[in-house]
Structures are given as structure tokens and as C-alpha cells.
């Protein structure tokens, strides 16, 4: 299957065939140093946020406002941290290990959640389990005092919402690390005396370490950029403070000095995850696959009601509620402005996909061609936005792309007596480019390892079978890449089509998209009125996901 | 229920007749003036609005059909708009920003993207409290932020006031949205300019002391919580109770006007309004269109369409918005919430309203 990229991930080195190597080296590697300053250019302006401080409004940060927010990030942080593995982890070992009444099922059921976009789930599992919705409805039948039911509303209730919308990523990792480790391992084990507990936890775990902790690390950065779900929660972090110091304290500096903070834990996280991923690598040989074990009776229905305690919550019963609210408002929100939200996202994210591929195929040429420290560091960095919280990103590109409008307005109108408005920032530019930089890396890791099927000796083979350059990019090259590629297409595509903040923010005349039209009616309370778009996103979502379920199931390793 | 008049302050009689007369002398105006108003109908006038598309979209077509004039659009959130005008600087496209907040409005003055309309057809038709003095930006529609509470655990006479609600026999029993949200900032932000700081805080202190439950992300939710008795009254702007009841008509819901003595400090009312942006291409357009949208005509409607209080007193109310009652309002300007709105965040995030 295709490996979930990382942000700023060490890239594959595989050569590529010769002659790809012979292309022009310069433009490529321009290109590569291109999009690395791409992407750190939002960044230095947030940064300079810190150039212009407010003495009143940072004194009221810093004593007031900052130590709740690092408190409430670190407890988030924490709280779906350990859930994220926990869940990951263990029903990733029980679908891999042993076998149980619907099993086969579960076992890609359960990658469903990743359709399922984290503030979807939060104002649909909120408007289930608060007071007024239909599960303590059901309770009320039975008792009239329901004061034991646990505040969905509250910090807990965040945590385990975010760990139901992100565990797949620790799942997905952690499945085809167990699948790949094989018989051996584990039987040494349970020759050595280990019970299933204890095989799980000293053999299979330690050595799934480096993809259980590249899971975490993506849940963990999906949740500092997060700005969707805690909204609706009203649960302060980061990101809902970034705004908070905009349009409250009417401080856009100070809005991008708490975006650098937010930098920096995001920088700590990624730390973190290089050094728990460790140098290690574990060699799992060729060894036969593991044999699953069968659960009987109790223990088999125990797994299994494990799986849909998760599986329903995180994705089913959000579905149908969904579902129930777009039959119930489908009249009135069907309608010509609904198809016109969609054409945009579609659109959006059609440009987004092809330029982000277009961009990652450059980035994993300009390495292959020659590893040299310079374009590798590039790499890295332009691999980076995906730790990058959208709203960070977006603050810097408008400021950005509207000091360059002025100057190339200025520079117009002065040779040519033209007033030329602005280009970039006025147009969907600004947003196009915002959704390249955020999204590189994912283009880039199903890029990546697509290419480390290109062996060198594919193409001298076909050489020697008289096959010209043309015809080997045509007949081997690219068939051996298309997967990849279109892998890396729907990932971006779905991704745009999420993408909330940065498209608040920058989008153009006209260019309101599906994420948007969410925002504006959750946060007027208007859940119902919220599904159909919501539900477009879910099924948007599921494309990838099926995709992946496919290539997973027909090709476990 | 009987039929009812809002009053708004006792301004406002002195300024509808004072409005009458300017407008029956503006008739009479020289060739001069005339110059400075007319409109080129084939200029487009672009509108950045923070007011929801639904609401600004019915009159805006009405507007195009009646005059033949063109209107192009884009909504976003206040924040955004404004810091787009201000980055794009004399490049602008835009003629009229648009926004719903006093605090937002008082913003843009201040960040000097507005110019003042130097339109007598305006100061007339909009009372001074709800305008900017310099003319740069007028309230179009009023909300008042009102109390709503259970009908059956509380008496209408027990809200008598906003501060009341800081009261320890409301421990437990009350619900409140996010600080985030400017309709609260603003609330807050008048509340100092009336009691000065020390006494607002410990007012907000006092209602943080007796919220039943942590504070919602929007009003709707909090009236819900209302109305399944985990909290007795919450506070929130009239027209979502309209849009609640009109959904639900069962709830057992009211609204309550605090601060109705003789010495009360009325009902606090926000604005949403528009002013000329500073590098309009078209101020003439837009000074028509701020114009077309203040009188009589179009009050009705643009208030309507979201269940407000029309700025002008000699326009009738939506039928529902009637039947909420009359009530005094508060008469302290609004243009000075957005002033203090900075002074009210930071009490805000003081007293540990979330």
C-alpha cells in the first residue's frame, strides 16, 4: 500500500534511470529551491509579527490568555496522543492477528473514519450525546435523572472525538507493520513463554515502533492544526486564539506572534517524532505471514464489539444522522448555490491536485537525479506544510502576495499608466498557492514510494530490448507510477475539499466552497442545514479511502 | 398580545422631525449638490459584506431591478474583509463594506478605510447612537442582546436587570455563549462604558460564578439548553430566539427586556451596518445604494428578512418581531463598543468567560 507521507520525511534515493537523469538538472533543481522558499515565506512573515509588539495587548497574552492555551494544547495534545495509539494499535493487532465473526469486514470498515473530517464529527457527535439530542432523548425514556451522563462539551469530550477522527492514520500504519512482520518474530516469542498480551506489547509493538509513531505524529499535527472541531467546542487553542487576537483584540500582529507559538510546539512535535522513530530499523526477512489465531465464543464477540464500539461512533451513527438531516433539509439546500459551492471545491481542488503532483514529481526527480545536501535540505522543507496549520499559512501568504500585488501595480502603472488592481491576492491565486504549500507532502509521499518501484534495471531491460527513451517513460515508467499518482491526486483533492481555514480566508469573489458554507451555518447553529455539504465531504472523502482499501486488500504487503 | 411601538432613546422624535425637514430642504438643493450625488448606474458598486449573502442578496436584486444599477459582492468574515481592504489600499475594488457589529464598524473608521458619506438623507434617516459621527459608517438594522428563559422555572420579573444575572441565586442556573463571539465583546464593551471597568468585571465574574455549563459556540445552542432545563436563562440576540421559535414553537421559551425602570439602563442594542469604503472607485454608487438601503422602503425589508428592529423608528416591525413587545433600549452610543471592545476581550478572558 501507499505509505501516508510524513511532513519533511527523509526522501527515498533510489536512482532513477539514466536518462531521467540526464534531463535538465538546473531548471529541476531551481524548482525544488522554488518551493522550499515557498514555503517559507508565509512562514518569516508570521514570524515578523514579533517585529511590531503591542506592550499592552502581549502583557494581557502572556499573563492571561498563553498559559491556558499551552495548557489546553498539551492536555490535547496528550489526551489524543494516547488515544489515537491506543486505538490505532490495538485494533490494527486484533484485525491482523487474530480472526473473528466479521473480521474481513472490520478490517476495512475501519479505515472509514478518514473520510470523516474531524469538525463534521464534532458538531454531529455533540448534537447526538448533549442534553438535547436523541441519545440522552432515549435515556430521559428510562430515568428521569440523567445528571450521571457524562459533559460531551468539556475537554475530555474533545479528546475523544479527535482520537475517533485521527485514529486511522496510527491504524493504517500499524495494520501493515503487523502484516509485515511476519511469523517468526512472534513464534520466537511465544516459544520464549509470552502469552498474546505480552507478544503484543514486547515483540509486535516495539517493532511496528517506527510506523506507530509516524501515525501518532500525523494525528498529532492534524490536531495542533486543527481549527473546525475545537471551535465548535469552544475548546481554546492555538488556532481559535489566532483569530480570537484578530478580530477581538483587533491585532493582526498579535495573532501572528501566537501563530509562531504555535510553530514552535508544532517544530517539538516533529522533533519528538524523529527522535521516538529512532535510528532503528527492524529487518522482518521474508518470513511466511502470521497465521491469524481464531477467537472463540465470548473472546471472539469481545473483539468484535470492540471494533464496532469504535467503528460506530466514529463513523456510522455520525453517518445516518447526516443522512437523516440531509433527507429532512435536502429542499431547501439543494439548490442552485449549493451545486455552485461544489463546482468550486471541485475546481479548487482539481488545480490544487494537478499542480501539487506536478510539484512533488519535481521535488522526487531533483533528488534522484543527485542527492546533494542542499536540494535534500529543499525537500525537507517544502515537505513541512503539512505541519503547518492552515490558518498560519494563510495569514502569511496574504500579507505576502498583497505586498507583491502592490509592487507589480506600482511598477504597471508606472510604465504603462494601467491600473492592474491586484492579481494575485484578488484572484485564487493566493488560495491555489496556499493549498500547494499545505498539501505538498502528501503528494509527495504517495510520489516517493511509487517511485521506489522504478528500478533502474526495468528501463536498461527495455533498452536492451531496443525500446527509445519516449517508450520507456511511456511503457514502463509511467504505468509503474500511475497508482501513485493517482493516489496522490485524490489525497490532495479530498484534502482542499476539507480545508477550512486558509480557504476562509483567501478565497476570491464568488469562491465560497463547501467547507466554507459549514463553517457559516455551524457556527450560527444551523447543524441541520450543515449536512448536505458535510455529507458531500464524507462521500468526497470515501474516494481515497476505497482506493486505499482496494490496493490494501488485494496487496496486504 | 397588543399591539406595540419600540422606543429608542428620547432622541429620536426630535431627530425624525429634524430628519423630515432636511429632507423636505435637501429637495430643494442647488445644481451643486446634485453634481455630488449622481450616479453613473453602468459603474458596478462592489460590496465587501460580513452580513450573511441571504440576507443582503433579495434586496440588492430589488435594488438592481429598480435602478438598473449593477452590485458585485463577496462575504466573508468581518476580520478578512476589513484587513483585505486595508492591504489593497487605493487598488481596492471595493465601494461599500458592509458588516454586522458596532465594534466591527467602529474598526474600520478607525483603521481609516471608510470615508464619511456627507449624505444629510443619512444622518436624518438613522439615529445619532447608531452612526458614527463623522459619517462613516451607518447602522442599518438594530438587534437588541435580550434574555431568554424558561417559562417554567422562572417569572419574568425576576430579570430585571444584566447585572442581576451576577446574582448568587443564579448559581447553576445560567447559560452563556463563547466571549469569542463580538456580540458578547460588545456587550461587555458598553457595560464599561457605563459602570467602569472594576464594576463590569465583577459583574462578569459574577455570571462566569453561575453558569451551569461551559459556554456554547452559538445562542441557538444556549436557548436549547435553556429550554431542556440544564440552565433557567441565557442571553442572546432576538432574532435567533425568532429563528428557534419559528422551528419549535413548543420550547418553553421567552424573551425578557431587562433593565426596563425607571432608572434602567434599557436593552442593549447592536447595529449592522455598511460605510463608504475610503478608495471607492464608485462612492457615488455606493452612497445611493447606502441611501436606497436606509429608507422606508427597504428598512422594512432588510430588517425583516432576519427578524431585527429597523434603525428608523417610522418603519413598521416584522410581524413576530411585534409580538416580542416594546421595550426601552439603551441610548448609549455603540460606536463606543467597538473602542472598548480590546478593554472587554481582555476582561473578559480575566474573569474566565471561555
Sequence with gaps: MNRLPLPGEAPGTTPVPGFLRRLGCRPLRFTTLLLAAMVLLPLLIVMAGWLQVEAEIWQHLSETVLPELVHNTVVLLLGVGAGVFVLGTSLAWLVTAYEFPGRKWLEWLLMLPLAMPAYVLAFVLISLLDFAGPVQGALHVLTADLSWFPQIRSPGGVIIVMSLALYPYVYLLARSAFLSQGRNALEAGRVLGLGPVASFLRVALPMARPAVVAGVALALMETLADFGAVSVFNYDTFTTAIYKAWYGLFSLPAAAQIASILLLFVALALFAERSARGKARYETGRSRPAQRKQLMGRRAWLAAGFCWLVLIPAFLAPSAQLLVWVVETVHVELDAKYLSLLENTLLFGAIAAALTLLASLILVLTLRQRDEPVTRTAVRIATLGYALPGSVLAVGSMIAFVAIDRRVSDWVLQLTGEQIGLLLSGSAFALIFTYVVRFLAVAHGAVDSAFERVRPSYSEAARGLGARDFEIVRRVILPLLRPGMVTALLLVLVEVMKEMPATLLLRPFGGDTLAVRIYELTSEGEWERAALPSLTLVLAGLLPVLLLVRRTTRDPQ | ?354
Design chain 2, 1 to 354: 398580545m397588543h399591539r406595540s411601538v419600540v422606543t429608542r432613546g428620547p432622541r429620536f422624535g426630535f431627530l425624525l422631525l429634524a430628519g423630515s425637514v432636511l429632507a423636505v430642504s435637501m429637495s430643494a438643493c442647488s445644481g451643486k449638490e446634485e453634481a455630488q450625488t449622481a450616479v453613473d448606474h453602468n459603474k458596478d458598486v462592489v460590496v465587501y459584506s460580513a452580513r450573511a449573502e441571504h440576507l443582503i442578496k433579495p434586496l440588492f436584486t430589488q435594488y438592481m431591478q429598480e435602478t438598473g444599477a449593477k452590485i458585485t459582492w463577496l462575504t466573508d468574515k468581518e476580520g478578512p474583509l476589513l484587513e483585505r481592504i486595508k492591504a489593497e489600499g487605493d487598488r481596492t475594488p471595493a465601494d461599500l463594506f458592509m458588516t454586522v457589529d458596532a465594534g466591527n464598524l467602529w474598526k474600520a473608521a478607525d483603521e481609516g478605510v471608510l470615508q464619511s458619506a456627507d449624505s444629510q438623507a443619512l444622518d436624518a434617516a438613522v439615529p445619532e447612537a447608531y452612526r458614527d459621527s463623522e459619517g462613516r459608517w451607518y447602522g442599518l438594522s438594530l438587534r437588541s442582546r435580550t434574555l431568554v428563559y424558561n417559562t417554567n422555572k422562572v417569572k419574568p420579573e425576576e430579570l430585571s436587570s444584566y447585572a442581576g444575572l451576577a446574582d448568587p441565586q443564579w448559581k447553576g442556573r445560567l447559560c452563556l455563549r463563547t466571549s469569542k463571539k463580538v456580540y458578547n465583546q460588545s456587550l461587555v464593551a458598553l457595560m464599561i462604558q457605563r459602570f467602569g471597568e472594576a464594576k463590569t468585571e465583577e459583574i462578569v465574574r459574577g455570571w462566569v460564578a453561575n453558569l451551569a455549563v461551559p459556554p456554547f459556540s452559538n445562542d441557538t445552542k444556549a436557548m436549547q439548553a435553556v429550554a431542556e432545563g440544564v440552565c433557567d436563562v441565557t442571553l442572546v440576540n432576538t432574532y435567533y430566539f425568532g429563528r428557534l421559535q419559528k422551528k419549535s414553537p413548543d420550547l418553553p421559551l421567552a424573551i425578557a427586556w431587562p433593565g426596563q425602570a425607571e432608572d434602567g439602563t434599557g436593552v442593549h442594542m447592536n447595529v449592522s451596518g455598511a460605510g463608504i469604503v475610503k478608495h471607492a472607485d464608485n462612492a457615488a454608487g455606493a452612497r445611493a445604494l447606502l441611501e436606497w438601503l436606509a429608507s422606508p422602503a427597504a428598512q422594512a425589508k432588510f430588517a425583516g428578512l432576519n427578524m431585527e428592529f429597523p434603525v428608523r423608528a417610522d418603519v413598521a416591525l416584522d410581524p413576530v418581531v411585534a409580538r416580542w413587545g416594546s421595550f426601552k433600549a439603551d441610548t448609549l452610543r455603540v460606536a463606543d463598543a467597538g473602542r472598548l471592545q480590546p478593554q472587554a476581550v481582555m476582561l473578559m478572558d480575566r474573569a474566565g468567560w471561555k
